[in-house]
């Protein structure tokens, strides 16, 4: 109940999830203000993706309140603030997701992918769906594209077009769950240029992302999840110069290996 | 007047109405088997383990049992407990709740070479389950198994035959009766085969044509 900062946008208390004796999630608590851009980073198996996924329940927790625009969700089922599906399907309406795979739908054409969930889950007309989503296109430089099939582009498009799919639902919040990492390198630039615009125009962005430069240019807070825990987190340039905790640590060490190794291969500059 | 020409205007008329119910009860048969294959295969992905059960039961009895028997217990071991149907009703349900089996199995491994990805993207964006599986997943389910599905309509406008053995005068009854009468097993089966030829000709033709369309697509 602060009374000088905004309210939160999205507000988790304790969520948790196994996989049968394994505990993904052991207890996770976050604040999303409006405006912010959290950018998780974190080993595989951190329960990174699990966690954004658990955020619009397409994999709900199993235990763990979250407030989220007026709404107050228990994920106890025995609790009575446990969600019915309408209203899961109504928090799903107002929360964008974005996937590693772009998971555009083959048998429509790019225009239908991005006016689809409007017309079906929010009723416009085809008509007004239509302007939407040709402003979006526009935007995301498809708008020729509009009448091919998603097949036919490039993975980086692909992924574009899967963007403005979420945008044109007028989402208050936008989770991206590793969105470049099954993208060509010459692509993955297009993509992170996008997600930057959205956020200097003030989206809320949630980010599972093994792009540190993006991570650390783009968003307000980092998030570093450690076996199924926050390990450390803080403003970039706290938690990704000056980690604390020496499991961080390695993890930046590897990831920057990692990079060095594929400069070297690529007989490029890229750091 | 040739021999053939005589054949052709005196049996012609009689063959080509027995072809004609072969067609329809194809047709009405397979729009059957869909809805039972559909219910099935969507039932065996239940989270009721009761339906589940149902389902897996309908397959495993159908696929392990042959069609003739099936028809027989519906057209003549039914009115023992009551149900009496007409050869031609009696026929069609058994027929489509045996292609139907197979529908499901077709529909079943279509469901499952969809990606997951493909349902949570629609889920993301607030569609319900059902909304879901109806515009996003079917419309490409569809598509691959149309292939599969077409051999299952050729297997089901052939089964028609036996319904032959439950007084249907369908092509086969019709051509025995025939041979009956006049001891030419050897020309009127040709005739018949001949016949189921160029309607399951027209059924591939058909389903190529739907093929066609739906590749265009993508």
Do not use: C
Not at chain 1, 205 to 229: P, Y
Not at chain 2, 86 to 107: D, H, K, Q
């Amino acid at each position: 109940m602060t009374q000088d900062a905004p309210p939160p946008l999205l507000k988790l208390r304790d969520i948790r999830k196994s996989f049968g004796t394994l505990d993904v999630l052991k207890g996770i608590d976050l604040e999303v203000a409006p405006g912010e851009v959290v950018s998780i980073i974190g080993a595989s198996g951190s329960g990174k993706s699990t966690f954004l996924r658990s955020i619009n329940a397409i994999e709900p927790a199993d235990k763990g309140r979250m407030d989220f625009e007026g709404w107050t969700f228990d994920f106890d089922r025995d609790s009575r603030f446990f969600p019915t599906d309408r209203q899961l399907q109504a928090l799903r309406s107002r929360i964008g997701m974005v996937f590693q795979s772009y998971n555009l739908w083959p048998h429509k054409t790019v225009l239908q992918n991005v006016i689809h969930a409007p017309m079906g889950v929010l009723g416009q007309s085809r008509a007004e769906a239509t302007e939407v989503a040709d402003a979006l296109l526009d935007r995301i430089g498809l708008y020729d594209k509009r009448d091919a099939s998603p097949m036919r582009l490039s993975g980086g498009q692909q992924q574009r077009v899967a963007i403005a799919r979420a945008l044109a639902m007028k989402p208050r919040l936008m989770l991206f769950d590793e969105v470049t990492s099954a993208l060509d390198p010459e692509l993955v630039n297009e993509v992170l240029q996008l997600m930057a615009s959205l956020a200097d125009e003030g989206m809320t962005m949630l980010l599972v992302t093994h792009e540190m430069s993006f991570a650390r240019d783009v968003s307000s807070r980092v998030l570093f999840f450690d076996q199924g825990e926050i390990g450390e987190q803080g403003p970039p340039s706290k938690v990704l110069r000056a980690p604390e905790s020496p499991r961080l640590q390695q993890f930046l060490h590897s990831i920057l290996h990692d990079d060095l190794r594929t400069a070297t291969a690529k007989k490029g500059p890229t750091l | 007047m040739s021999e053939f020409t005589h054949d052709v205007l005196v049996y012609g008329p009689g063959f080509l109405s027995a072809a004609w119910t072969v067609l329809w009860l194809t047709l009405v048969t397979i729009a059957v088997s869909w809805i039972f294959g559909l219910a099935a295969a969507l039932g065996q992905r239940s989270d009721m383990r009761a339906v589940r059960s149902v389902a897996a039961f309908y397959v495993w009895f159908i696929r392990g049992t042959p069609a003739l028997i099936q028809i027989f217990i519906i057209y003549f071991g039914m009115p023992q407990v009551g149900v009496r149907l007409s050869p031609y009703t009696a026929g069609v349900l058994a027929l489509a709740i045996n292609s139907g089996a197979y529908v499901t199995e077709i529909i079943r491994s279509g469901l499952s070479a969809i990606p997951a990805g493909q349902t949570e993207s629609s889920l993301a964006l607030g569609f319900s389950p059902r909304e879901t599986m109806r515009t996003v997943i079917l419309p490409q389910v569809f598509r691959i198994i149309l292939p599969s599905i077409t051999n299952e309509a050729l297997s089901t406008l052939k089964n028609t035959s036996l319904l032959s053995t439950i007084t249907v005068v369908e092509l086969t009854l019709y051509a025995q009766t025939l041979i009956s009468a006049t001891f030419r097993p050897f020309d009127f089966y040709i005739a018949v085969a001949v016949i189921y030829l160029v309607l399951t000709t027209i059924l591939t033709q058909l389903a190529a044509f739907f093929e066609r369309r739906y590749a265009r697509l993508y």
